[in-house]
T-cell receptor, first 116, second 113 residues
Framework: GAVVSQHPSWVICKSGTSVKIECRSL??????MFWYRQFPKQSLMLMAT?????????EQGVEKDKFLINHASLTLSTLTVTSAHPEDSSFYIC????????????FGPGTRLTVL | KNQVEQSPQSLIILEGKNCTLQ??????????LRWYKQDTGRGPVSLTI?????NTKSNGRYTATLDADTKQSSLHITASQLSDSASYIC????????????FGKGTTLSVSS
C-alpha cells in the first residue's frame, strides 16, 4: 500500500513557540492532503484540507492564522502551529489522498505535540 | 446529520477468541465504508473498504460486512492475537462530503493472554 510519513513523530515545545510538522507521501503523488487532530479517546477531527498549489480549506472553528498549512509540492504538506499553547497539545495526523477508484486516504503515523 | 456510531465502546477478550464489532451510520448519500485499525500513538491503517454493492470483504483474520439497507456494518475478528489490541474505527465516505471522511469514535479492543 501507499506510504505516508510524518516528521517529527513527537515534539515538546515551550508555550509561545511555533512548531512545524511535515507530511510526505513517499511512493505516490498527492494533490490533496488532510490534517487531523485527535484528543485522547476521541475520534479524528478534520482540521483542514490541503491542496497542492492553492490555499488550504479549513474546517469551521479552526483558526487558519494559527494553523498554517503549506502544500508546495505533490509529496509534501506542512502544518505549522504558531504561538503554541498547552491547549494545542494533541496528536496530529495527516493523510494523503490516493486517487484510485475509492479515493482512499492513507494516513501518516502521527505527531504527538506537547506544549509546556 | 451524518453520524457514525460504534459499539461496544470497549471490549476485552481472551487470546484465540473471536469477536464482532458493530457500526451503524446515518450518512447519506453513501460512497463507501472503511474499517481502520489504530494502534496507540499511531495513525490509522486501513483494513477493508466496501462500496454500496459489496456486502462482505475479508483481509486475513478480519471480515467486514455491510448492509446498506439497514446502514449497518460489522467487523469480525477470528482467532484473536495479542497484536490485535488496538482501536478499530469505522469510517464512512459520503459523496456529498466529497473526500471528507466521517469517523466513528472507535472500539477499543484489548486481547489478553
Amino acid at each position: 500500500g501507499a506510504v505516508v510519513s510524518q516528521h517529527p513523530s513527537w515534539v515538546i515545545c515551550k508555550s509561545g513557540t511555533s512548531v512545524k510538522i511535515e507530511c510526505r507521501s513517499l511512493d505516490f503523488q498527492a494533490t490533496t492532503m488532510f490534517w487531523y487532530r485527535q484528543f485522547p479517546k476521541q475520534s479524528l477531527m478534520l482540521m483542514a484540507t490541503s491542496n497542492e498549489g492553492s490555499k488550504a480549506t479549513y474546517e469551521q472553528g479552526v483558526e487558519k492564522d494559527k494553523f498554517l498549512i503549506n502544500h508546495a509540492s505533490l509529496t509534501l504538506s506542512t502544518l505549522t502551529v504558531t504561538s503554541a499553547h498547552p491547549e494545542d497539545s494533541s496528536f496530529y495526523i495527516c493523510s494523503a489522498l490516493y486517487t484510485s477508484g475509492n479515493n482512499e486516504q492513507f494516513f501518516g503515523p502521527g505527531t504527538r505535540l506537547t506544549v509546556l | 446529520k451524518n453520524q457514525v456510531e460504534q459499539s461496544p465502546q470497549s471490549l476485552i477478550i481472551l487470546e484465540g477468541k473471536n469477536c464482532t464489532l458493530q457500526c451503524n451510520y446515518t450518512v447519506s448519500p453513501f460512497s463507501n465504508l472503511r474499517w481502520y485499525k489504530q494502534d496507540t500513538g499511531r495513525g490509522p491503517v486501513s483494513l477493508t473498504i466496501m462500496t454500496f454493492s459489496e456486502n462482505t470483504k475479508s483481509n486475513g483474520r478480519y471480515t467486514a460486512t455491510l448492509d446498506a439497507d439497514t446502514k449497518q456494518s460489522s467487523l469480525h475478528i477470528t482467532a484473536s492475537q495479542l497484536s490485535d489490541s488496538a482501536s478499530y474505527i469505522c469510517v464512512v465516505n459520503s459523496y456529498q462530503a466529497g473526500t471528507a471522511l466521517i469517523f466513528g469514535k472507535g472500539t477499543t479492543l484489548s486481547v489478553s493472554s
